[in-house]
Antibody, heavy 121, light 106 residues
């Protein structure tokens, strides 16, 4: 079964850091671009960023709202995706989803169940 | 950045109705447009890719059309299980979602 499972969410103070993980199974993780998407309470979906695959040099791209504060990485040997979040703000409070881009880039065809990040003092 | 504008933001319809949602891009994105369904408390689900292609396993009552800047998502005959929020998403330049359309049963 193709599956993505996020972990690492929790409560953190403004200015703090948190690292999210996403464990993949049931497919060849190393072939795919992987993304993070978030959803603030009662709001819509917001793309956070992506990491390309090894064939495309593991390059990363980010939304303007998180660029310079968030870092996406991956470990293909562990079938895992990561999101390092630094200098967190209250507006980063959201459910964070990892998602797989299908064999055609841009198509988010598999999603995890999400992990909740709350930034509050 | 490419902005995606969906309309309406909410919609109430009856079972069996034909439902249409529109999505407008701030610049030409060719057919680089996907549609997702999100039910409360659940992750989004891909329904339509490349503007008009039905994802495997998705019922044929769902369809999409358009290219350039103007796109349409249609449910031909609304079913109770279609109650959800629907999002368009472009991938011509990075990725970006529309603000969503919440669909309710009348």
């Amino acid at each position: 079964e193709v599956q993505l499972v996020e972990s690492g969410g929790g409560l953190v103070q403004p200015g703090g850091s948190l690292r999210l993980s996403c464990a993949a199974s049931g497919f060849t993780f190393s072939d795919h671009y992987m993304d993070w998407v978030r959803q603030a309470p009662g709001k819509g979906l917001e793309w956070v960023g992506r990491t390309r695959n090894k064939a495309n040099s593991y390059t990363t791209e980010y939304a303007a709202s998180v660029k310079g504060r968030f870092t996406i990485s991956r470990d293909d040997s562990k079938n895992s995706l990561y999101l390092q979040m630094n200098s967190l703000k209250t507006e980063d409070t959201a459910v964070y989803y990892c998602a797989r881009e299908g064999h055609a880039a841009g198509r988010l065809d598999v999603w995890g169940q999400g992990t909740t990040v709350t930034v509050s003092s | 950045d490419i902005q995606m504008t969906q309309s309406p933001s909410s919609l109430s319809a009856s079972v069996g109705d034909r439902v249409t949602i529109t999505c407008q891009a701030s610049q030409d994105i060719s057919n680089y447009l996907n549609w997702y369904q999100q039910k409360p408390g659940k992750a989004p689900k891909l329904l339509i890719y490349d503007a008009s292609n039905l994802e495997t396993g998705v019922p044929s009552r769902f369809s999409g059309s358009g290219s350039g800047t103007d796109f349409t998502f249609t449910i031909s005959s609304l079913q109770p299980e279609d109650i959800a929020t629907y999002y368009c998403q472009q991938y011509d330049n990075l990725l970006a979602f529309g603000q969503g359309t919440k669909l309710e049963i009348k």
